[in-house]
């Protein structure tokens, strides 16, 4: 038995949606889940964060109405639902990390067109705690955003935007709570200010909490522009 076949008898890949062992001839998904596959986002969309919209005269969902964003611009590429949702979960709590392979390849390539009419000069992956990280043994966002990097050449940098405080989780916060929880979170170095566009990517987009965050620290540093690009994303009002 070669190397390669004794690692797939000893940890068998599994399918990026229903978790059951792939056949030889399967690659990330089964036969069945392939047909689950579900369809990218189209209009009407938020022309500001994304968000799916429930009608067509509509430019901009209540959140970006009520307050601008500090991001350029951003795209959620799917829904936050099964199977997209599953996934992700084991990614981020079940140590399924070749599931992140997956969907980052998932994201460059439905997320293409955006990225090229953004045109970032650096990819920089939302951060997470330390502790956490050490937990999980990886960030879900990083793991999404070098497959995004390498597909596009694009550079990535984990070392200019940090996470200095483990916070509490967002599903858990109302909205005014999910901002303050924000505020502090984050720590943006100086150096990030010599990109003009940058390409922030995270898994999931709800509230725009983070991005708004992140985005504000960088603005402040002198980046001109920020887009972000998420996996999921949240329904719009």
Same mark, same amino acid.
């Given at each position: 038995m070669n190397s390669k076949k004794l690692l797939d008898w000893l940890y068998p890949? /599994?399918?990026?949606?229903?978790?059951?062992v792939l056949g030889s001839m #399967?690659?990330?998904l089964c036969h069945s889940c392939r047909r689950r596959m579900p369809k990218p986002i189209g209009e009407p969309n938020c022309k500001k964060c994304g968000k799916p919209l429930l009608r067509e005269e509509q430019e901009y969902c209540y959140d970006c109405n009520r307050q601008e964003p500090s991001f350029t611009r951003a795209k959620g590429l799917f829904l936050y639902e099964d199977p997209l949702?599953?996934?992700?979960?084991?990614?981020k709590f079940r140590e399924?990390?070749?599931?992140?392979?997956f969907l980052g390849r998932l994201m460059g390539l439905y997320g293409a067109d955006f990225i090229r009419q953004v045109h970032p000069?650096?990819?920089?992956?939302?951060?997470?705690? /330390?502790?956490?990280?050490s937990v999980r043994g990886y960030n879900q966002a #990083?793991?999404?955003a070098r497959e995004i990097s390498r597909?596009?050449?694009?550079?990535?940098?984990?070392?200019?935007?940090l996470r200095k405080k483990s916070t509490k989780a967002q599903?858990?916060?109302s909205r005014k709570e999910r901002k303050k929880n924000m505020e502090r979170a984050f720590v943006v170095k100086k150096e990030a200010g010599m990109y003009r566009d940058i390409l922030l990517v995270d898994d999931i987009y709800t509230t725009g909490s983070t991005a708004n965050a992140i985005a504000g620290k960088l603005k402040a540093v002198g980046v001109k522009n920020v887009y972000v690009l998420t996996l999921c994303i949240g329904k719009g009002i």
């Open positions: 890949r /599994r399918c990026a949606f229903c978790d059951e #399967e690659k990330y949702k599953e996934s992700l979960m084991g990614l399924r990390k070749e599931y992140g392979i000069q650096v990819i920089f992956p939302v951060p997470i705690h /330390r502790k956490k990280k #990083e793991v999404l597909g596009f050449s694009i550079p990535l940098r984990t070392d200019l935007v599903k858990e916060l």
